[in-house]
């Protein structure tokens, strides 16, 4: 248990302490003490962040980046012929989506757990490196039963990354320093997620989507051993001074309310805080409306034109995302500034609405409009997702609640996937109406 009382008032944390003749200072001057010890410290903090977002962010950047692109690339394989292939009939290719997300879901909670015991740089890209090998098992199996095993595979080894980088993130950046970066991580992953080319002529291009990309993502994932930053307390790359600062900020924000010892009675209160299941049940309608565009989004643009070509559908899909990782910088910027998460994630999801809403009209407008509401949907998805992330993380206290809490969201939010992967059906192209009444 952290010692609130040593760490904010022990002289090595504290102001400088006053000569004992009380002729010595004026009230005024111990006024000015303090001020200047409080400026002080903001000065450290702001070094500390540039020092953290240098070291923290860009290695779980390049990975969550990776096993996104991972994750949702099978919707441009299925562009390049993936399913003729295969031999892949009717509902075929949303039984594979469903998959993916059963691993996914069951495994988040257990990873964090494992993550609270091992060193993040070794358990994180140790699960990154499995995933890339069953994505380039994707690429060359021949059979629809191989496929469907990739994708269990898949789902996971991916399951502990996400929960467990809002853990690790959590563990060195106050509760209002945390939107931003975790919005870099998310924007940067999604945005990019759809931006696959046709692979070289003499194999098929859905193949090398996923050979070509798993081969990546295995390469980076080794590499990030020895780059991803370990617990602020056994970081070598940081100083004594830093870690009592990182120490103060994370105590300021917690105060007395701490849980870092897990037994019956822990647990019992991370399942019955009623916190965790109201964002957690939000999390399924925010995660249902990212993964229609995450999945769908060429198959949707596809279906306005068939005569669309793969690369046309990729130069239309592209500026969707790119829009939406632009509405999520910004809204992680106001989000930090006011220091205020409400407000910010009911705007998205009034965005969303409205590209719904246009989307279940879509008999009555142009097919301009209906791509239109395709920036909606994403925009105001992107805006929420990772909102609702730093809402739980700065809600609850102590290093297992947080890894617990953040694992259970995501965890069983991850069910918005597999409603996604069941409502968009080739007998619904192409106007998707069941698909888009579920998700509005």
Not at 7 to 27: I, K, M, N, V, W
Request: net charge positive; aromatic share 12%.
């Amino acid at each position: 248990m952290i010692d609130l009382k040593k760490e904010f008032f022990s002289p090595q944390t504290s102001a400088p302490a006053l000569d004992h003749d009380p002729g010595r200072y004026s009230s005024e001057s111990a006024s000015s003490v303090s001020c200047d010890a409080s400026q002080i410290e903001v000065v450290e903090a702001r070094r500390l962040d540039r020092k953290l977002d240098a070291r923290v962010l860009p290695p779980l950047v390049f990975l969550w980046f990776l096993s996104f692109v991972d994750r949702v690339n099978i919707g441009n394989a299925r562009l390049q012929g993936l399913e003729k292939d295969l031999q892949m009939t009717g509902n075929d290719f949303n039984v594979t989506l469903v998959v993916f997300f059963v691993p996914f879901i069951l495994f988040e909670v257990p990873s964090n757990l494992v993550l609270r015991k091992l060193a993040p740089s070794t358990w994180l890209s140790l699960e990154v490196f499995l995933l890339a090998i069953f994505t380039i098992g994707q690429g060359v199996i021949t059979t629809y039963g191989g496929l469907v095993t990739m994708r269990f595979f898949v789902g996971l080894f991916e399951a502990g990354l996400v929960p467990g980088s809002v853990f690790l993130l959590a563990s060195y950046y106050p509760r209002f320093d945390l939107q931003w970066r975790l919005n870099i991580l998310m924007l940067l992953a999604y945005a990019i997620a759809g931006m696959d080319e046709d692979g070289p002529s003499h194999y098929k291009g859905w193949r090398w989507i996923f050979i070509i990309e798993g081969s990546v993502t295995a390469a980076v994932a080794i590499a990030c051993k020895w780059i991803i930053v370990d617990w602020p307390a056994t970081a070598s790359w940081l100083t004594d001074a830093d870690r009592a600062l990182i120490t103060r900020r994370i105590a300021r924000d917690a105060g007395t309310c701490r849980m870092d010892r897990l037994n019956v009675k822990a647990l019992r209160r991370c399942l019955l805080d009623w916190k965790v299941w109201l964002t957690t049940i939000v999390y399924i309608g925010t995660c249902n409306s990212t993964y229609s565009i995450n999945l769908f989004a060429p198959t949707i643009v596809q279906q306005l034109n068939p005569n669309f070509s793969p690369r046309h559908v990729q130069a239309l899909v592209i500026p969707i995302f790119a829009v939406s990782a632009l509405a999520a910088l910004l809204s992680a910027l106001g989000s930090d500034k006011l220091r205020h998460r409400y407000g910010f994630a009911m705007g998205g999801y009034l965005i969303s609405g409205i590209g719904f809403v246009v989307l279940l009209a879509q008999h009555h407008v142009a097919v301009g409009v209906r791509y239109m509401a395709l920036y909606f949907v994403s925009a105001g998805s992107y805006v929420a997702l990772p909102l609702l992330w730093t809402l739980l993380a700065n809600n609850v206290a102590g290093q297992y609640k947080v890894s617990i809490a953040a694992a259970l969201q995501i965890g069983l939010g991850n069910s918005g996937g597999i409603i996604a992967s069941l409502i968009y059906t080739k007998q619904q192209a192409p106007f998707y109406s069941t698909g888009y009444d579920v998700s509005f």
